[in-house]
């Protein structure tokens, strides 16, 4: 399975940003897909996830209320629509799919990509 994240780039606070993780190498009806973020500072920390048949979906308390995550089965493309943004949203972006399920914790994921930069300046 590759993942391929894109739509990162230069927002200022309180602009918004669509992310998109193109999939490829697998059925991708079948596969969990979560997003992640990651500063030098922090862990990687949980964003938000979509199940398979989209019907499941989860967020992290970071961008709770301000990011949406859908998916288009038929682009095999996961997006994340993220709203309000601050300062502290600034980090990497990452995609990650799984085909036992969707997950709220990262080591759950077998398959990564390979991160997308958000910069939020104020």
């Known amino acids: 399975v590759q993942l391929q994240a894109s739509g990162g780039g230069l927002v200022q606070a309180g602009g918004s940003l669509r992310l998109s993780c193109a999939v490829s190498g697998q059925a991708f009806s079948s596969l969990g897909i979560g997003w992640f973020r990651q500063t030098p500072a922090k862990e990687r920390e949980f964003v938000a996830a979509?199940?398979?048949?989209?019907?499941?979906?989860y967020y992290g308390d970071s961008l709770k209320g301000r990011a949406t995550i859908s998916r288009d089965n038929a682009k095999n493309t996961v997006y994340l629509q993220m709203n309000s943004l601050k300062p502290e949203d600034t980090a990497v972006y990452y995609c990650?799919?799984?085909?036992?399920?969707?997950?709220?914790?990262?080591?759950?994921?077998?398959?990564w990509g390979q991160g997308t930069l958000v910069t939020v300046s104020s």
């Open positions: 990650a799919a799984d085909v036992d399920g969707v997950f709220t914790t990262h080591e759950e994921y077998e398959y």
């Open positions: 979509i199940s398979g048949g989209g019907t499941r979906r």
